[in-house]
């Protein structure tokens, strides 16, 4: 158990539609990544927040989006959904900014789009 | 750009073989290379890592040496068990600075499923 806590586990939803992924880091980690994980693409960094900004971004679609609250955990928005947006989700957590510090990964969430 | 290629697989083995899945990366500046697992049905888990030039990770028996000369870093395992069955993930993280300076950028993971 890696301390890092996604939900739900799994969602399914239609085509057009926006759902809400969530994200709590481990205890005391102040910074929470995004990536997803899909067949054709692999894993993919998303966004980057730490303590509350947001730090670094990567191949994230416009209708995507990501917060990070005062409490330290995460919210992955997805909207105007569509097939190809089937994927896992997968967020983590460091302690803070070096390069050095370790990602610790949540579960993930299964999203699957109809 | 940053980018981490990985042996292609399925790799199957028979229980006690040894292991080898290359890795190999290219980036600016000195990053620091890690490999995660991922067992059936959940997330990823960070394996070993090593953070410069020459330096080797080592966890449950697994091994990685850094080698910048041929921006590799092969993992390694002597004698393969069935419960090492399952996707490994060789990534790196770029240094300070720039836009993207937290990701990790993945290699497409290699399948491992080892027979008893």
């Known amino acids: 158990d890696s301390g890092v806590t996604q939900t739900p586990k799994h969602l399914i939803t239609a085509t057009g539609q926006r759902v809400t992924l969530r994200c709590s880091p481990r205890?005391?980690?102040?910074?929470v990544y995004w990536y997803q994980q899909s067949l054709d693409q692999g894993l993919q960094f998303l966004i980057q927040y730490y303590n509350g900004e947001e730090r670094a971004k990567g191949n994230i679609l416009e209708r995507f989006s990501a917060q990070q609250f005062p409490d330290l955990h995460s919210e992955l928005n997805l909207s105007s959904l569509e097939l190809g947006d089937s994927a896992l989700y997968f967020c983590?957590?460091?302690?803070?900014?070096?390069?050095?510090?370790?990602?610790?990964f949540g579960p993930g969430t299964r999203l699957l789009v109809l | 750009g940053n980018s981490v290629t990985q042996m292609e697989g399925p790799v199957t083995l028979s229980e006690e073989a040894f292991l080898t899945i290359n890795c190999t990366y290219t980036a600016t500046g000195y990053p620091s290379l890690f490999w995660y697992v991922q067992y059936p049905g959940e997330g990823l888990q960070l394996l070993l890592k090593a953070t410069k030039a020459d330096d080797k990770g080592s966890n449950k028996g697994f091994e990685a040496t850094y080698r910048k000369e041929t921006t590799s870093f092969h993992l390694e395992k002597g004698s393969v068990q069935v419960s090492d069955s399952a996707v490994y993930f060789c990534a790196l993280r770029g240094n300070a600075g720039g836009t993207s300076y937290g990701k990790l950028t993945f290699g497409q993971g290699t399948i491992l499923t080892v027979h008893p």
């Open positions: 205890s005391g980690d102040l910074s």
């Open positions: 983590a957590s460091s302690a803070l900014l070096a390069e050095q510090e370790t990602q610790y």
